[in-house]
Every structure is written in structure tokens, then in C-alpha cells.
């Protein structure tokens, strides 16, 4: 392998290896033989045929900036990470046909600035945009902050290139509309975490440039008031409104705490945050300032909202999002928390969120739930703090065998899914297995052995097979 990818692609000292072990969260720590860094899909090519040969287990990671530990490797030792971070390149940008084919390394946020010079963009942002790879959101079917208009990754991949477990190259970057040549490969490796395969490039879907957008931050009084507004605001601004999104007082608190330069959007703190955006991508759509203002003061005379504040310059906007995008950030330095990716019914949203924390509160005391997320697609973000004084690692591992089963049950019952957009990775893994149908779990497990069946690819992770042992 060390021959394949040059002194450059090498990496196997305890201190080059250190920072790829952990994943983001700090929850998991693995071990590895090595660090391996290729260059281009013929060297991934080669790599994995000589994994193969020799049942070498391979984790493929790009920024490390996951929630589940999906791209880190177990504690055994004996596989080796497949670092796409050098695979950085953009192969060709099309804005006539709304299109860029990229390399499975490329940042998302180098995307964003290399589109928008192309009058195009990437309808997909998210906190980590500055670590996140291509690669690494295919992968996971990521989601963000602007499903609600444009869908998550499975909507935004029009093709795919990748390298399966025996190392043959499936190349399926050409776009088309019409393609009826059976089961459609590249969907199940859109969120199958490196555990079918690994994605070396991958054909976007892009937008136009914005031309302008309006972001407004509204109180509320409760998640349900949130839920009118949401219904309000679509059935009035359903094409041109691209994030909604609920954040409770305590999450704003504890960012205005931790985060430097940041500070409260309305004057008196409200039960329940709205955060709006409303965009204009082509000169004859109205103008969103317009719009915004307009909607709101509707809003307010028919008692939808308490207060709210309109951005007035590009730098708000962005500082009202970064109230958002600093949930995380500040949660972590706030104490010890256990976070859930959950999605429900997006007509459910608001009842689950009041229902489903009064009840983990009463069986935990002590504890505090935060829930927050994308109310227009339905996905919560649903945090359960630790009482206070509590040991970070003891409690989250203590935790994660309690409360975890029952936030679970309670998405179940309600219709929903445990994992909205981060994906299950090592975290979710024996949940998956424990509440999902015998159907599911045998579709899942048939794929995984068919294409996989020396279970080389990103072993542990994401299907739960009778034996999760590594290759060796």
C-alpha cells in the first residue's frame, strides 16, 4: 500500500495517527495499523484489492466531523483508515446543465466559493461546512438547514463514482433521466457509510446563485405556536422559503454564554425561537425583504408570534445563524449531554417535542431536555443534559444504555426514525437492531453480505450482523 500512495500517503506514527482516531464528539477512540492517503480512484483502486486479497479491513474517513463514530475504527487494531482528504479536486463545473463533479475529499465549504464564482451554489449547508467533505455527506445522506426546500443528499446526487469491495470502480458520474438498468447502486451507496464501498467523486445538483435572501428571527410561544407559523408561512412561501428552523431559549442562553460575539436577536427573550429564511434566486422572483416584512406583520396581527427582528445587513443574517450553528459548540462547553438525531411526522413535530420531554424529564430527574431542529422536514435534534455535577464520560455512558432506549420508543411510537441525518455508525448501531423489522434488518444484512461478504468495508458500523468481529 505504502508503494501504491508514496511517502506523502503514509501516515503511521502514534502522533500522525492521534487526531484520526477520535471521533468529534471525543465518545470513541479506535486504533489503527495506519493512515493510508490516496491520491486519485486508481490508487483507491489498488488499495482495496490488495485489502481484499490479504482481508484487510478499511474505515474510509473524510473531515472526521461525524456524530456517530462512523468513521472511526474499533479498538482492535487491525484495520487501516482510507483518508480521502487528498482527493480535493473540482473535475468540471456546468451551470448551463446545473452541475459540478467533484473528488470525494473537496470541503463543502471550497464547493460553495468555487460555485459561487460560477454564478451557481450548493443548496446544502451545515455548521461543519468548514471540515465536511463530499465523500463524507454522500456517505451519510446528509441533510442541513436546507432540505426543506431543496432535499438532502439523495436528492441532490445526479451521480456517483465509487470503488466496491472487491476494488472494481463503479463509474456512474453521467447524469440521466431516464436510466431503468435495474437496482439503482448509487442510492444504496447515498448513506451506506463506507460499509458497501467508497465514494470517490460524486455528481451534484446545483442552483443558482442567490441574488438576495431575507433571514428573520421570531418568538414564539410554544412549539406548537411555531408549528401554526411554519403552516402559515408555507401555504404563502412554500418556493422561495428555505430554512425554519426551532430553537428553544435555553439553547440561545447557553450560546450568548459560551460563543464570543454573539448576542440576543430580540430585545426580551421569548419561550421559543424561529429562525426564517426566505431567498430570491432569479430576477423576477419578489423581493424577500418585502416578503419577510409583509408575512410578519400578518403573523403578529393574528397572534402567531411574540416579537420579531428582521435582518438588515448580510453580517445579521449570518450572526442570526450563527446562533444556530453554535448549538453544538456551546452545549459542549455548557456539560455532558446526550444527543439524539431524530426525525417524526413533520405535522407531529411540535406535540413530540412537548410530550416526549416532559416525559424523559420526569423519568430522569435532574435532567433537561433541549430540542431543537428543522421543523419543516421534521427533524429533532433532541438533547438530554446531564443533572448537574455529573461526570461527562461516566453519566453519557450511563446515559446512552438508559435514556437512549426510551427517547427511542417514544420515536417509534410516534411514527418516526432514530436517525434523521447523521446517520448510525458505531452509536445507533444495536438500537437499529433492536427496533427495526425483521424485513429491514434482512434486506440490510442480504445487501452487506452480497457485496461485502468478507466484511472488509468500514466493519461495525451502520448494519448489525450476528458478528461484528473485524477482518483480520
Same mark, same amino acid.
Given at each position: 500500500?505504502?508503494?501504491?500512495?508514496?511517502?506523502?500517503?503514509?501516515?503511521?506514527?502514534?502522533?500522525?495517527?492521534?487526531?484520526?482516531?477520535?471521533?468529534?464528539?471525543?465518545?470513541?477512540?479506535?486504533?489503527?495499523?495506519?493512515?493510508?492517503?490516496?491520491?486519485?480512484?486508481?490508487?483507491?483502486?489498488?488499495?482495496?484489492?490488495?485489502?481484499?486479497?490479504?482481508?484487510?479491513?478499511?474505515?474510509?474517513?473524510?473531515?472526521?466531523?461525524?456524530?456517530?463514530?462512523?468513521?472511526?475504527?474499533?479498538?482492535?487494531?487491525?484495520?487501516?483508515?482510507?483518508?480521502?482528504?487528498?482527493?480535493?479536486?473540482?473535475?468540471?463545473?456546468?451551470?448551463?446543465?446545473?452541475?459540478?463533479?467533484?473528488?470525494?475529499?473537496?470541503?463543502?465549504?471550497?464547493?460553495?466559493?468555487?460555485?459561487?464564482?460560477?454564478?451557481?451554489?450548493?443548496?446544502?449547508?451545515? %455548521?461543519?461546512?468548514?471540515?465536511?467533505?463530499?465523500?463524507?455527506?454522500?456517505?451519510?445522506?446528509?441533510?442541513?438547514?436546507?432540505?426543506?426546500?431543496?432535499?438532502?443528499?439523495?436528492?441532490?446526487?445526479? %451521480?456517483?463514482?465509487?470503488?466496491?469491495?472487491?476494488?472494481?470502480?463503479?463509474?456512474?458520474?453521467?447524469?440521466?433521466?431516464?436510466?431503468?438498468?435495474?437496482?439503482?447502486?448509487?442510492?444504496?451507496?447515498?448513506?451506506?457509510?463506507?460499509?458497501?464501498?467508497?465514494?470517490?467523486?460524486?455528481?451534484?445538483?446545483?442552483?443558482?446563485?442567490?441574488?438576495?435572501?431575507?433571514?428573520?428571527?421570531?418568538?414564539?410561544?410554544?412549539?406548537?405556536?411555531?408549528?401554526?407559523?411554519?403552516?402559515?408561512?408555507?401555504?404563502?412561501?412554500?418556493?422561495?422559503?428555505?430554512?425554519?428552523?426551532?430553537?428553544?431559549?435555553?439553547?440561545?442562553?447557553?450560546?450568548?454564554?459560551?460563543?464570543?460575539?454573539?448576542?440576543?436577536?430580540?430585545?426580551?427573550?421569548?419561550?421559543?425561537?424561529?429562525?426564517?429564511?426566505?431567498?430570491?434566486?432569479?430576477?423576477?422572483?419578489?423581493?424577500?425583504?418585502?416578503?419577510?416584512?409583509?408575512?410578519?406583520?400578518?403573523?403578529?396581527?393574528?397572534?402567531?408570534?411574540?416579537?420579531?427582528?428582521?435582518?438588515?445587513?448580510?453580517?445579521?443574517?449570518?450572526?442570526?445563524?450563527?446562533?444556530?450553528?453554535?448549538?453544538?459548540?456551546?452545549?459542549?462547553?455548557?456539560?455532558?449531554?446526550?444527543?439524539?438525531?431524530?426525525?417524526?411526522?413533520?405535522?407531529?413535530?411540535?406535540?413530540?417535542?412537548?410530550?416526549?420531554?416532559?416525559?424523559?424529564?420526569?423519568?430522569?430527574?435532574?435532567?433537561?431536555?433541549?430540542?431543537?431542529?428543522?421543523?419543516?422536514? %421534521?427533524?429533532?435534534?433532541?438533547?438530554?443534559?446531564?443533572?448537574?455535577?455529573?461526570?461527562?464520560?461516566?453519566?453519557?455512558?450511563?446515559?446512552?444504555?438508559?435514556?437512549?432506549?426510551?427517547?427511542?420508543?417514544?420515536?417509534?411510537?410516534?411514527?418516526?426514525?432514530?436517525?434523521?441525518?447523521?446517520?448510525?455508525?458505531?452509536?445507533?448501531?444495536?438500537?437499529?437492531?433492536?427496533?427495526?423489522?425483521?424485513?429491514?434488518?434482512?434486506?440490510?444484512?442480504?445487501?452487506?453480505?452480497?457485496?461485502?461478504?468478507?466484511?472488509?468495508?468500514?466493519?461495525?458500523?451502520?448494519?448489525?450482523?450476528?458478528?461484528?468481529?473485524?477482518?483480520?
Amino acid at each position: 500500500m505504502a508503494a501504491i500512495v508514496g511517502p506523502k500517503g503514509l501516515a503511521r506514527s502514534p502522533e500522525e495517527l492521534a487526531p484520526w482516531l477520535t471521533d468529534w464528539r471525543g465518545r470513541y477512540t479506535g486504533a489503527a495499523i495506519a493512515m493510508i492517503s490516496p491520491a486519485s480512484t486508481d490508487e483507491v483502486s489498488a488499495l482495496v484489492k490488495i485489502a481484499a486479497s490479504h482481508r484487510v479491513a478499511f474505515v474510509p474517513q473524510g473531515g472526521n466531523s461525524g456524530m456517530v463514530g462512523g468513521a472511526t475504527p474499533d479498538k482492535h487494531g487491525q484495520s487501516v483508515i482510507l483518508s480521502l482528504r487528498r482527493m480535493n479536486q473540482i473535475r468540471g463545473i456546468s451551470a448551463e446543465d446545473q452541475l459540478v463533479v467533484c473528488d470525494a475529499g473537496l470541503i463543502l465549504q471550497n464547493l460553495h466559493e468555487a460555485l459561487d464564482e460560477h454564478g451557481q451554489r450548493f443548496p446544502l449547508t451545515l %455548521g461543519g461546512k468548514g471540515s465536511a467533505t463530499i465523500g463524507g455527506l454522500v456517505s451519510t445522506n446528509a441533510g442541513g438547514t436546507q432540505v426543506l426546500r431543496h432535499g438532502a443528499m439523495r436528492s441532490l446526487v445526479a %451521480g456517483i463514482e465509487a470503488v466496491l469491495p472487491d476494488g472494481s470502480i463503479f463509474s456512474d458520474l453521467t447524469p440521466l433521466k431516464k436510466d431503468n438498468r435495474g437496482y439503482d447502486i448509487k442510492q444504496l451507496l447515498i448513506g451506506g457509510e463506507g460499509t458497501l464501498g467508497i465514494v470517490t467523486a460524486a455528481t451534484l445538483k446545483t442552483v443558482p446563485a442567490l441574488l438576495d435572501r431575507c433571514v428573520a428571527w421570531a418568538g414564539v410561544s410554544s412549539p406548537q405556536a411555531a408549528h401554526q407559523l411554519f403552516q402559515y408561512l408555507n401555504a404563502h412561501e412554500n418556493q422561495y422559503m428555505e430554512g425554519y428552523e426551532i430553537v428553544p431559549d435555553s439553547c440561545i442562553s447557553a450560546v450568548l454564554q459560551h460563543i464570543p460575539d454573539t448576542r440576543a436577536p430580540l430585545e426580551k427573550a421569548t419561550p421559543w425561537n424561529v429562525l426564517i429564511e426566505i431567498i430570491r434566486d432569479q430576477p423576477s422572483s419578489p423581493d424577500p425583504r418585502d416578503r419577510m416584512e409583509q408575512l410578519l406583520s400578518d403573523a403578529i396581527d393574528q397572534q402567531l408570534i411574540l416579537d420579531a427582528a428582521v435582518a438588515t445587513s448580510e453580517a445579521q443574517a449570518e450572526a442570526f445563524w450563527k446562533l444556530r450553528d453554535s448549538i453544538a459548540e456551546a452545549e459542549r462547553a455548557h456539560g455532558p449531554a446526550l444527543q439524539h438525531d431524530i426525525s417524526v411526522p413533520v405535522s407531529a413535530m411540535a406535540d413530540f417535542i412537548v410530550e416526549a420531554a416532559g416525559q424523559v424529564e420526569r423519568k430522569f430527574p435532574g435532567t433537561e431536555v433541549a430540542a431543537f431542529g428543522h421543523m419543516g422536514d %421534521g427533524n429533532v435534534h433532541f438533547h438530554v443534559k446531564a443533572p448537574e455535577g455529573s461526570s461527562a464520560r461516566s453519566w453519557t455512558e450511563d446515559a446512552a444504555r438508559t435514556i437512549t432506549p426510551v427517547v427511542h420508543d417514544l420515536v417509534i411510537a410516534a411514527g418516526g426514525s432514530i436517525s434523521a441525518e447523521h446517520g448510525i455508525g458505531q452509536t445507533k448501531i444495536d438500537e437499529l437492531a433492536r427496533l427495526s423489522g425483521a424485513a429491514r434488518l434482512g434486506s440490510l444484512r442480504a445487501i452487506k453480505t452480497a457485496l461485502d461478504p468478507q466484511l472488509i468495508m468500514n466493519p461495525g458500523k451502520l448494519v448489525p450482523l450476528a458478528s461484528r468481529e473485524p477482518a483480520s
